[in-house]
């Protein structure tokens, strides 16, 4: 097993991923249609929880290289998925809005502190090549959870309790914590090791595959690069939030938004693995490009699907599912490709605390703007005009901020 010990770091990766990410982020939308139907909670209620959630997230991920300098790579995570469990313990006895918010708050720290700049580090420090893959597999992690969970979620709470479901939940996070704690290591230094480096193949050796590396960026290309990060955290880390509360007020019944949910669910973690592949076998820029092209076709098939239609709600979840991986997959390469020589770690947590911003506006928007308009319809068509935006940004960044570098 040690030759070969960065397959262990990749498992603990996905295994946070899903504790951390998955159960209070991704798959949290099939909660959603009971927790804003308690009187006490309501459509703004709910989306107060998002945010404050959200905004935990963001305060933790300003000081999660402090943290990870303090507890390490191995002891941090394993403590942020013991918070994230707390967090659904807390979601367990609330009745009314200052215990959703407790909950809100441990699950959003377990999150920034133990998401996606960990799993990024730790895939640095182990991976030399394959990066990518490496990442799309860790993050597949999410996507597990946003399948299985829900319809685990719905079976018991329609035949026991909406509280066992979130103890449910606390007692997966609680056993992922102690696989983190025993199994996972900070760098293959622990383990007299090094980096895992990609072996060429025949192939690609007669290819010549072109790698690229990144050219110092002006501020004012960083901050439009910035602002397509938030627009892509708030696709990402909103539309499929909502997704169930959007179809069930559309007329779709729970039982149909949950299984959205979980094709969602099974589209990302496909899709997940096969953009890391993607990414390690052609230009980024051009697999960004077709994942954007995915995500906003989505989008749009969901805009339809306020008409009642199960084939458009069907193929926008299928779409846009796939799309999302941009949101895990996409942002921890770009934010590895782009990142400068010196001050790459702080690059790497701004990109995320960027991304998480953009959500934490999108996950407070869509209850507010259904009281004011009625419908989560009209935050679909604003989340359609961010994707294609954040597309050409992002895609004109690849092209223009990287000098190739044959090998």
């Known amino acids: 097993m040690k030759d070969h010990y960065e397959k262990v770091i990749t498992l603990c990766c996905f295994l946070f991923i899903f504790a951390n990410i998955g159960l209070p982020s991704t798959s949290f939308s099939v909660y959603q249609p009971y927790i804003v139907a308690m009187p006490a909670v309501g459509n703004t209620g709910g989306s107060i929880i998002l945010a404050v959630r959200t905004l935990t997230t963001i305060v933790a991920m300003l000081f999660v290289d402090r943290y990870f300098n303090l507890l390490g790579a191995r002891m941090g995570v394993c403590f942020a998925t013991i918070l994230t469990a707390m967090g659904f313990f807390a979601y367990s006895i609330a009745t009314a809005m200052p215990m959703f918010v407790i909950g809100a708050i441990l699950a959003g720290a377990g999150y920034g502190f133990g998401g996606m700049v960990g799993m990024t580090m730790l895939v640095n420090r182990w991976y030399e090549g394959d990066r990518g893959s490496a990442i799309g597999f860790a993050t597949v992690g999410s996507g597990v959870a946003s399948i299985v969970i829900p319809i685990i979620v719905v079976a018991i709470i329609s035949n026991i309790s909406l509280q066992i479901a979130f103890i449910v939940e606390a007692y997966m996070a609680l056993i992922i914590a102690a696989i983190i704690g025993v199994f996972l290591r900070n760098d293959p230094s622990a383990m007299g090791m090094q980096k895992h480096k990609h072996v060429a193949t025949a192939a690609e050796k007669a290819h010549r595959v072109t790698h690229h ?20 955290g708030g696709i990402c880390m909103g539309a499929l939030t909502y997704l169930s509360v959007y179809l069930t007020t559309s007329g779709y019944n729970d039982f149909f938004a949950a299984a959205m949910l979980s094709v969602a669910g099974i589209s990302l973690t496909i899709s997940k693995y096969a953009t890391g592949k993607l990414f390690d076998k052609i230009d980024t820029a051009r697999a960004t490009a077709i994942m954007f092209g995915l995500q906003t076709t989505g989008i749009l098939c969901l805009c339809a699907a306020v008409l009642v239609n199960p084939l458009f709600a069907i193929a926008g979840s299928v779409l846009f599912g796939a799309g999302m991986a941009l949101g895990t997959v996409g942002t921890s390469e770009w ?64 092209n223009r901020w990287r000098a190739p570098i044959e090998e």
């Open 213 to 232: 590396k990144p050219i110092p960026m002006p501020n004012r290309a960083r901050n439009r690069f910035f602002l397509a990060l938030a627009a892509v």
């Open 335 to 398: 934010s590895l490709e782009l990142a400068p020589e010196h001050g790459r770690g702080k690059f790497i947590k701004n990109c995320q605390v960027v991304y998480v911003i953009g959500g934490l506006v999108m996950n407070f928007l869509p209850g507010p703007l259904k009281d004011l308009l009625g419908s989560y319809f009209y935050t679909y068509v604003i989340l359609f005009v961010l994707s294609v935006a954040a597309m050409v940004i992002v895609v004109a960044t690849l």
